[in-house]
């Protein structure tokens, strides 16, 4: 579908129904013709009502209209203006010249819309529309009734009552209303006058800034400051804080501002500084308003007197010896702005400060009156305070006593305590701080709105300051409409070509290279170029350099996401997939690192095939680095796959990625259970109609699942089949080789060990004798993350120390260690070096060297933080122990060491042995009955998972503690296990364990002696 015809888009907005009340009877008696004459003024000036708070009328019924505000434009304020409009449709009835009064009824809703979606016609779709519908027939007749939501968003400026609740046809919950009274008056201080407001944070050099201005203006250099933001950043609360800092010292401050609505209320905010400078309020009696114009002119100049009454009438103060003068309305203007400036240059005037706000919105008229006290301000002791936002290009930057101050986002640290302020900082909220500061990125408005957000939504409970995490939680981003509608609106500003240009970066991320931007957009780099100088000069995105060239990132991160969440989601899956596109086609494209990235916009496009595809990808490269995202995203993409049948190469990349769920999830300490549907699948799949490489490669990685929490036995036979299958990546055979001895190792096979690194090494000769460069593990797939050659030297090594082969084991030891410092030297694999090198100190009673060894664990563990080494570590230190220190200290380390297995689900496959070493710790400091009840458990792990060296060990220490602790213990069942022991000895070859057996038989011998010669003597 082109770009170009997706025009629909999300907006939040008002909706607003009106309706003459009981118009049969108003036409009752007339003819068509005469009814519509009578109804068809009523009609317009509702609509003129309308269109003068720059609202779209969508529909005329015969005695009304709907109409909504922020719909298809968006419109910061939109339910403001809906409600000026009200109030002026009301006012313009309340006027109408009729025997019978005219009533209107109106009903006002805010919320989000689909508008635009056909240009040809105007029209918006949404609940909204008909809750404001439902409204308008439930309000009263010459009411405006509106919802909560409404409400929330113009609470600030509006008079409204409570109307209790209301159950709205079709609506299932009840609706919370108000009845809308008028505007407020006040000034714009009054916004911060809240003894709310959270103490401004930052902002002190823009102050001192504005104190010295102060001075200047004291000793005549009177000045213009224009300060400049976009919405939100706080330029009104440094007017206000200056301002009170001002009133303190008894300055005259003087506050105008440009309303939303200016355009429609020309002038207005120049009245409402010559009110604010003569001090008269509307309504105020016209002889005491008149009297103080006087006053405050006689105090500047007596000269001034004679235009008193000429101001007076301007201002609106009713005076009847005037009111016949027709001055010619050029003339009038004129007279006015040279009597202003003549205030402004007046002698007598006291120092003085004007702040006039949001000039962004200031209308025609009123922009010629500023224009003459700014310059009028130049070597007076007036000081004039400008704000307004980017998008505004203020006409008077050149004047020589004008300067701008730009504003920009709080720093970290202050935006942190602002929330904080805001929030509260009991210590269970910091997540939610941090979060919000970093959503916000600065801007304290949009800080407010997000914690008013997360209030709503019942994250946060309790009273403002001082929350409370509430039950619910979430971690879904929060778009609060009130910034949806203020960054909106700056977005709807723009220019087709910009926007669309805009709504593709933000289709793309926060960052975006401007070339793939460019791609997307099919805009040469100079057409571009000049779109993002004009998106860069409204404060909108900012040149950045990224990974992949030169390109932008959004001045905020809100923005991005309100440009996101703009679009339609039908456009965004084509600007998705024409984003994936341009990528996959780039050279960058190719590289696994972005395959992340790819995945993701195939998948915003609604393409999941693709994105499993680059998944699978991305999956195998983060593995090697993060083996928890790696797990993360390859059970993403058995997600994206669904379980429906498909073709071939859906159902191979579903086992594949099943694969590699299980790859990962070892590590990650996924369970049998979690692991089951997975492995089936990718069992299925390599026995079925596997092809060369992937039959093997899903039984190594089924098979290292099984090592860590299944039968050893069956790992071994696992290996053996995948060895059997047809294969040349010689590699992989090598590591599937590996893998058999690993196996043979842990079911205590230790000959079989020994031949299967052999082969293993045989393999990789060949490999290297072909001529076939890389390494495999870490070069060439399969990937492993470590050096499989490096791997096999240390598993070799270690069944060469069991087998009591120790010279042999020696060298292999001493290479393993000139590894240390290398790339091979992965930590995973080093430390199986370092623990036989502890086996083997214990064996040569050289306690120096077990410590150090076991000491070099536990720094890898410290190091890598990874779970399997700390239990490793832990195991070691005990080892050292049992032999030469303290039997009960190694207990104790072999328990804790038993629990972080558990807890972090990690070393489980050394968990039988690791019971069978705490038994015989147990049996060393003298706990002979917990001994044989540890080496009981441990028999039982131990024969389950068909692990035989730890068998062979728990079986002699079960036969020693019951000898020792029990009496009554048949010497015949005693007889058996040590028996079973002898046996294990023999099968496995374990010469280490031999040597423990002779030892504890000799002990078992001399304390049944001594027990029954202690019976006797008894
Ligand atoms: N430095 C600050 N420390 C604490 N709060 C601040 C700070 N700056 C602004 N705020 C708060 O953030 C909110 C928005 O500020 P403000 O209204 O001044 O923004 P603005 O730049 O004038 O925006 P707009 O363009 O919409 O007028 C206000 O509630 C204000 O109190
Ligand atoms: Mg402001």
Not at 427 to 444: E, H, M
Not at 614 to 636: I, P
Not at 672 to 691: C, G, I, K, S, V
Not at 1009 to 1014: K, V
């Amino acid at each position: 579908m082109p770009l170009a015809e997706l025009h629909g888009e999300r907006k939040q907005a008002t909706v607003l129904f009106a309706d003459i009340v009981g118009s049969t009877e108003l036409i009752a008696g007339l003819d068509a013709e005469q009814a519509a004459d009578r109804l068809q003024p009523l009609i317009a000036s509702m609509i003129e009502a309308v269109r003068r708070f720059d609202g779209t009328v969508m529909g005329k019924t015969g005695d009304g209209l709907k109409a909504i505000f922020g719909a298809p434009r968006a419109l910061e304020g939109h339910a403001l203006l809906a409600c000026q409009a009200a109030l002026a449709m009301q006012s313009a009835m309340a006027s109408q010249p009729e025997p019978v009064p005219v009533r209107i009824r109106v009903g006002l809703h805010s919320g989000e819309v689909v508008a635009g979606a056909d240009p040809r016609e105007l029209e918006a779709q949404g609940i909204t529309l008909h809750i404001a519908s439902r409204l308008e027939q439930a309000a009263e007749p010459g009411g405006i009734l509106m919802s909560a939501t409404c409400r929330e968003l113009v609470g600030a400026y509006c008079d409204t009552l409570t109307a209790g609740w209301r159950l709205l046809k079709g609506i299932p919950a009840p609706v919370e209303v108000f009845r809308l009274i008028g505007l407020k008056t006040g000034s714009a201080a009054d916004r911060f006058s809240d003894s709310n407001l959270a103490p401004i944070r930052g902002r002190e050099s823009e102050l001192d800034m504005l104190k010295r201005a102060l001075l200047d203006a004291e000793r005549g250099a009177g000045s213009v400051i224009g300060i400049v933001a976009p919405p939100g950043i706080g330029k009104s609360r440094l007017c206000f804080e200056f301002a009170e800092w001002c009133r303190q010292r008894h300055v005259d401050v003087y506050e105008a501002r440009a309303h939303i609505f200016g355009k429609a209320t020309p002038l207005l905010p120049i009245l409402e500084l010559m009110r604010a400078f003569f001090r008269i309020t509307t309504g105020m009696d016209p002889v005491v308003a008149r009297r103080q114009i006087e006053d405050s002119l006689l105090s500047l100049d007596p000269s001034f007197v004679a235009d008193a009454p000429f101001l007076a009438d301007f201002l609106g103060v009713p005076l009847p010896e005037i009111r016949d003068q027709s001055v010619d309305p050029t003339a009038r203007h004129a007279r006015l702005r040279q009597l202003v400036a003549r205030m402004v240059k007046a002698e007598g005037r006291p120092l003085s400060v004007v702040i006039f706000e949001d000039l962004h919105w200031l209308d025609e008229p009123s922009q010629d009156f500023l224009k003459t006290i700014v310059e009028a301000a130049a070597g007076t002791n007036f000081l004039v305070l400008l704000n307004y936002r980017p998008a505004w290009e203020c006409p008077w930057r050149d004047l020589p006593h004008f300067r701008q101050l730009a504003l920009v986002e709080l720093e970290g640290s202050d935006i942190e305590t602002l929330v904080e302020d805001l929030v509260g900082d009991e210590p269970a909220l910091r997540k939610t701080v941090l979060r919000i500061a970093r959503q916000s990125d600065g801007n304290p408005f949009f800080a407010e709105e997000l914690v008013r957000a997360l209030v709503r939504s019942g994250v946060l409970v309790g009273e403002s300051h001082h929350y409370r995490l509430g039950s619910k939680d979430s971690d879904e981003p929060i778009l609060p409409p009130t910034i949806e509608a203020a960054i909106g609106a700056s977005v709807d500003m723009l220019p087709e070509q910009e926007k669309t240009l805009l709504q593709i970066g933000a289709v793309i991320g926060k960052e975006y290279p401007a070339a793939l931007a460019c791609a997307v957009a099919g805009l040469s780099r100079q057409q571009a170029g000049e779109l993002f100088g004009r998106l860069s000069a409204l404060g909108l995105i900012k040149a950045c350099s990224t990974a992949n060239g030169p390109g932008f990132v959004f001045r905020h991160p809100l923005i991005q996401e309100v440009t996101y969440a703009m679009q339609l989601r039908s456009r965004k899956a084509a600007l998705h997939a024409a984003v994936a596109h341009a990528i996959a086609h780039s050279e960058w494209g190719l590289q696994d690192e972005f395959a992340a990235l790819l995945s993701h916009h195939y998948e915003a496009a609604g393409q999941s095939i693709a994105a499993a595809r680059h998944l699978v990808r991305s999956a195998a490269w983060v593995g090697r680095t993060n083996t928890s995202e790696a797990f993360r995203q390859s059970r993403k993409t058995r997600r994206l796959l669904g379980s429906q049948v498909a073709s071939r190469n859906v159902e191979v990349m579903r086992a594949v990625a099943s694969a590699a769920v299980l790859t990962f999830g070892w590590r990650v300490g996924m369970t049998a259970d979690e692991a089951e549907p997975y492995t089936e699948e990718a069992l299925r799949y390599a026995r079925e109609f596997a092809d060369d490489e992937a039959g093997p490669e899903v039984l190594m990685q089924y098979g290292r699942f099984k090592a860590s929490t299944g039968s050893a036995d069956e790992y071994a036979a696992l290996m053996e089949e995948a060895l059997a299958m047809p294969a040349t990546d010689l590699g992989r055979i090598a590591t599937i080789q590996a893998c058999l001895a690993q196996a043979h190792w842990m079911s205590g096979f230790l000959e079989k060990a020994e031949a299967a690194c052999n082969t293993a090494l045989e393999t990789l000769a060949v490999r290297r004798r072909l001529g076939i460069n890389g390494i495999v593990g870490l070069d060439a797939p399969p990937h492993t993350s470590f050096d499989v050659e490096h791997w096999i030297n240390c598993l070799k090594a270690q069944v060469l120390v069991w087998l009591g082969r120790f010279d042999e084991a020696d060298i292999l030891l001493e290479d393993a260690f000139r590894a240390e410092g290398t790339h091979r030297e992965a930590p995973v694999v080093q430390y199986i070096a370092h623990l036989a090198s502890v086996e083997l100190a214990c064996h040569r009673r050289d306690p120096v060297a077990a410590r150090r060894h076991a000491d070099r664990i536990r720094a890898y563990a410290d190091q890598s933080e990874i779970p399997y080494l700390r239990v490793n570590a832990l195991f070691a230190s005990a080892r050292a122990k049992t032999s030469f220190d303290d039997c009960a200290e190694a207990a104790r380390d072999l328990q804790a060491c038993l629990d972080l297995a558990a807890a972090a689900n990690a070393g489980r496959e050394h968990q039988s042995y690791l019971l069978a070493e705490l038994s015989y710790a147990q049996y060393g400091s003298g706990l002979h009955a917990e001994a044989a009840a540890t080496a009981r458990d441990a028999l039982e792990m131990a024969h389950r998972r068909h692990h035989r060296l730890a068998e062979c060990l728990a079986s002699m220490i079960y036969a020693a503690g019951s000898a020792v602790s029990n009496a009554s213990v048949v010497n015949l069942e005693v007889e058996q296990y040590l028996a079973r022991a002898e046996d294990l000895v023999r099968v496995t070859g374990a010469s280490l364990l031999a040597r423990r057996l002779e030892m504890l038989r000799g002990d078992v011998r001399l304390r049944v002696t001594q027990r029954a010669l202690e019976g006797q003597t008894g």
